[in-house]
């Protein structure tokens, strides 16, 4: 799929098969441990109507320095012209974190969405699940 852009660095994917490509920041910044900060990236897409796209964190930023986005997925919609921006937190309570201009610091990942019709009805159908929230489903344990 051809998506348009502007951008000082265009969004590539690492390897083949990825989902996501990488977004780079455009500013040299320390996240102190705690401190979230809205990171500009220069991007700016034209996504076609029925798709949009997803920021999401990168998973080594998040495994080893804690860094994550506050509102992941961040999501862009297909009308939306305006830089992409990425609300970073470090999550670590100790150490703070630098990022350069150039680093990757983020995925874009770019998805068919459906518009739904609400159908407002008195009752839902049943189902397996049911009302089961956060934690109804268990977890396997591990044979020893």
């Known amino acids: 799929m051809d998506i348009p852009i502007v951008a000082p660095s ?11 490509a990488d977004l780079v920041s455009t500013i ?6 705690g ?10 897409i034209a996504l076609p109507d029925g798709c949009a796209a997803f920021v999401v964190p990168r998973s080594g930023l998040a495994a080893k320095h804690g860094i994550t986005i506050v509102n992941s997925p961040g999501t862009i919609d297909a009308g939306y012209r305006g830089e992409i921006k990425v609300a970073l937190l470090n999550t670590d309570r100790e150490n703070p974190y630098t990022i350069t201009a150039g680093d990757r610091i983020a995925q874009l990942i770019i998805a068919p969405v459906l518009r739904a019709t609400f159908i407002p009805v008195e009752e839902l159908d049943e189902s397996v699940r049911g009302e089961g929230g956060f934690g109804s489903s268990g977890y396997a344990t591990l044979a020893r």
Request: hydrophobic share 35%; proline share 15%; net charge negative.
């Open 10 to 20: 265009v969004p590539v994917y690492a390897n083949p098969g990825d989902a996501g």
């Open 28 to 33: 040299d910044l320390v996240l102190e441990p």
């Open 35 to 44: 401190q979230r900060q809205l990171v500009p990236t220069g991007v700016r």
